[in-house]
T-cell receptor, first 112, second 117 residues
Framework: NAGVTQTPKFQVLKTGQSMTLQCAQDMNHEYMSWYRQDPGMGLRLIHYSVGAGITDQGEVPNGYNVSRSTTEDFPLRLLSAAPSQTSVYFC???????????FGPGTRLTVL | GENVEQHPSTLSVQEGDSAVIKCTYSDSASNYFPWYKQELGKRPQLIIDIRSNVGEKKDQRIAVTLNKTAKHFSLHITETQPEDSAVYFCAASIGNAGGTSYGKLTFGQGTILTVHP
């Protein structure tokens, strides 16, 4: 049981490049979400999903896309990277939306 | 949308003392309030949570209290130890399915707790 996994752990992009952050969980959790963590600002919700085929926007969705074609996977796509997207990104999952959220190890992204 | 304010931003205590972190929230519909601990370079991990039908919950040295009327909740750590040093986050969520904000977890800005030996 690997829990929540994220790849890559580190990534450096140039402004304008696109990429996909991968997130997977093997706990058969319905709920998955993406957060970004910036110094002094806590964790801010980007997008979330309450089940396969269902996604919704969080607090800071601009510049990011998500899809949920399977229960296990919830990739986050950066369409055209900007320096303001430099951050640590965490994926999380839970059995139901208001149950314990289990976080992945995070992806540290730098946009130059 | 929901807004969660957390205080203090930093807290320094001596080993054995108690530590209290306070949070306020804005949306009266919120009914689920978890607390997460994040050690340096690690992922956040749930340490305790409380639902709105409960006023207080304890787990060994950790307790959380909730005042729904005042819309605030607090984390209490007793007999602090150096390994309690970390960043603590409170959060609030609406747990009733069917609403547009169902499942959205809003975090506070975090409190850096340092426990000095």
């Amino acid at each position: 049981n690997a829990g929540v996994t994220q790849t890559p752990k580190f990534q450096v992009l140039k402004t304008g490049q696109s990429m996909t952050l991968q997130c997977a969980q093997d706990m058969n959790h319905e709920y998955m979400s993406w957060y970004r963590q910036d110094p002094g600002m806590g964790l801010r919700l980007i997008h979330y999903s309450v089940g396969a085929g269902i996604t919704d926007q969080g607090e800071v969705p601009n510049g990011y896309n998500v899809s949920r074609s399977t229960t296990e996977d919830f990739p986050l796509r950066l369409l055209s990277a900007a320096p303001s997207q430099t951050s640590v990104y965490f994926c999380a999952s839970s059995y139901r939306p208001v149950h314990t959220q289990y976080f992945g190890p995070g992806t540290r992204l730098t946009v130059l | 949308g929901e807004n969660v304010e957390q205080h203090p931003s930093t807290l320094s205590v001596q080993e054995g003392d108690s530590a209290v972190i306070k949070c306020t929230y804005s949306d009266s519909a919120s009914n689920y309030f978890p607390w997460y601990k994040q050690e340096l370079g690690k992922r956040p991990q749930l340490i305790i949570d409380i639902r709105s039908n409960v006023g207080e919950k304890k787990d060994q040295r950790i307790a959380v209290t909730l005042n729904k009327t005042a819309k605030h909740f607090s984390l209490h750590i007793t007999e602090t130890q150096p390994e309690d040093s970390a960043v603590y986050f409170c959060a609030a969520s609406i747990g009733n399915a069917g609403g547009t904000s169902y499942g959205k977890l809003t975090f506070g800005q975090g409190t850096i707790l340092t426990v000095h030996p």
